[in-house]
């Protein structure tokens, strides 16, 4: 049993969640987000309350059903406050701008790294922090985890794309005599 799964999602005020043709569709002051989801789960729609149902008991349906409800749990919460991933370059040369659609990076190669920012993310840069906001956590978190991979922190001096909650585990160099 899905600890996830069997409990009831709230619909705040001003939001509005429909599920028809096995496409879930959230509409909220921010935006609207849409979900195709299988038919392996039924999901009710009543009294401001969201509910979920496994329809047989196969593995999947088991695995997919605290999953599904997870899923409406970040669209809901997603137009109501957007999501936001900040990313910390460090490193003496390290430089961060946006331009247009376009987050132009230097990190210590021979050429700019220029990267197109997807549709319905905001992106900011100031001081080698940069902000990523967007409606659709699942878009927000993947953006930021391609930026991240692009220098990954190392662990000596720290240099690269660390997330601003994340700790970066240094080790202690070379001892000299």
């Known amino acids: 049993?899905?600890?996830?799964?069997?409990?009831?999602?709230?619909?705040?005020?001003?939001?509005?969640?429909?599920?028809?043709?096995?496409?879930?569709r959230v509409k909220g002051p921010l935006g609207t987000l849409e979900k195709p989801f299988k038919d392996v789960v039924t999901i009710n729609i009543a009294d401001g309350l969201v509910t979920f149902?496994?329809?047989?008991?196969d593995p999947?349906?088991?695995a997919i059903w605290g999953t599904y409800a997870s899923h409406v749990k970040n669209m809901i919460a997603g137009v109501n406050t957007p999501?936001?991933?900040?990313l910390i370059l460090e490193g003496v040369g390290f430089k961060s701008e946006v331009k247009?659609?376009?987050?132009?990076?230097?990190?210590?190669?021979?050429?700019?790294?220029?990267?197109?920012?997807?549709?319905?993310?905001?992106?900011?840069?100031?001081k080698n922090v940069v902000t990523m906001t967007g409606i659709n956590k699942e878009s927000v978190g993947q953006f930021a985890s391609?930026?991240?991979?692009?220098?990954?922190?190392?662990?000596?001096?720290?240099?690269?794309?660390?997330?601003?909650?994340?700790?970066?585990r240094r080790k202690a160099g070379k001892k000299s005599a």
Request: no cysteine; glycine share 10%.
């Open 1 to 24: 049993m899905s600890r996830v799964g069997k409990q009831q999602l709230v619909i705040p005020a001003n939001t509005e969640v429909t599920y028809a043709d096995g496409i879930m």
């Open 53 to 57: 149902a496994q329809k047989g008991n």
């Open 60 to 62: 999947f349906a088991r």
């Open 83 to 86: 999501y936001v991933k900040k």
């Open 100 to 126: 247009g659609t376009e987050l132009h990076l230097a990190l210590g190669f021979s050429h700019p790294v220029i990267v197109t920012i997807p549709e319905g993310i905001a992106v900011t840069a100031e």
């Open 146 to 168: 391609s930026v991240r991979a692009m220098k990954k922190p190392e662990p000596y001096k720290g240099k690269g794309f660390h997330y601003d909650t994340e700790v970066v």
